[in-house]
């Protein structure tokens, strides 16, 4: 069983920065990607970033230059620093993992997709 816990959401001035983290817990082997997502009123979830193990990473192109995102394998954590915040960034911001884990009493290796909570990022004009 997994679980990942979000924070670092909140409110801030266009222009300011904000980092979120995410720290995925449980019965974990691996984690090939992890990433963020986002979906402001009206709109659809959208890909923000992701990461794979070997800190490659990809990013939206609305996001490029402004947002960084990277990992700690160790902890199973990743984040994002948001820089340079538009009002356009805001959003809910969801974490997303791709992650092997141990099932049950067996010890069976298995993969999942595991979301955060949500967190809500509003940048005020």
């Known amino acids: 069983q997994v679980q990942l816990v979000e924070s670092g959401g909140g409110l801030v001035q266009a222009g300011g920065s904000l980092e979120l983290s995410c720290a995925a817990s449980?019965?974990?082997?691996?984690?090939?990607?992890m990433g963020w997502y986002r979906q402001a009123p009206g709109k659809q979830r959208e890909l923000v970033a992701y990461?794979?193990?070997?800190?490659?990473?990809n990013y939206a192109n609305s996001v490029k230059g402004r947002f960084t995102i990277s990992r700690d394998n160790a902890k199973n954590t990743v984040y994002l620093q948001m820089n340079n915040l538009k009002p356009e960034d805001t959003a809910v911001y969801y974490c997303?993992?791709?992650?092997?884990?141990?099932?049950?009493?067996?010890?069976?290796?298995?993969?999942?997709?595991?979301w955060g909570q949500g967190t809500q990022v509003t940048v005020s004009s």
């Open positions: 997303n993992g791709e992650i092997g884990y141990y099932k049950g009493s067996s010890y069976r290796k298995e993969f999942a997709d595991y």
């Open positions: 449980g019965s974990i082997f691996t984690i090939n990607v």
């Open positions: 990461i794979r193990t070997g800190s490659s990473a």
